[in-house]
């Protein structure tokens, strides 16, 4: 007779790697949410700013398990290897968890001020956190996919 819950029957059994399963959320979220900031610059509808904000803040909250589950994966998967492509995937993540959350409470504070000035840093910032999802995905890329 087994003590072990399902859950952990299942990932025992499927063998599940939850950094993979965690790592397209955040770049989706931060996806939708600049498309609907596009939206709400050519349509002035105030709902699609409503919903850029709401996405940006879900890829925010998915950015900390996907972070920690990566770190994980390095500590237990690569034994902590510490080569220039952990690093930067390293600091690349706590770059990008930094500006979601610095964008997020600018967000707050600005939500009654002028739009333009919020979409010109939503603009910078999102620009950011773009070049960072496309490094990280190339560096995993590498990571899994040697060449």
Do not use: Q
């Not at 510490?82 to 967000?107: D, E």
């Not at 000035?117 to 590498?142: Q, T």
């Amino acid at each position: 007779m087994s003590t072990s819950t399902p859950l952990h029957r299942i990932v025992a059994r499927y063998n599940l790697h939850w950094h993979v399963i965690f790592t397209h959320f955040p770049i989706s979220f931060f996806m939708v949410s600049a498309g609907f900031m596009i939206l709400h610059l050519f349509t002035d509808t105030e709902c699609f700013e409503l919903a850029g904000f709401v996405s940006l803040i879900a890829g925010t909250v998915v950015m900390i398990p996907t972070t920690i589950s990566g770190w994980i994966t390095w500590k237990s998967k690569y034994k902590g290897a510490s080569t220039s492509l952990f690093r930067y995937k390293i600091r690349i993540a706590f770059a990008m968890i930094a500006l979601s959350i610095i964008l997020v409470i600018v967000r707050g504070f600005l939500v009654n001020t002028e739009h333009t000035i919020w979409h010109f840093v939503f603009g910078i910032v999102f620009l950011l956190l773009f070049i960072g999802a496309m490094a990280e995905g190339y560096y995993g890329g590498r990571l899994n996919h040697r060449i």
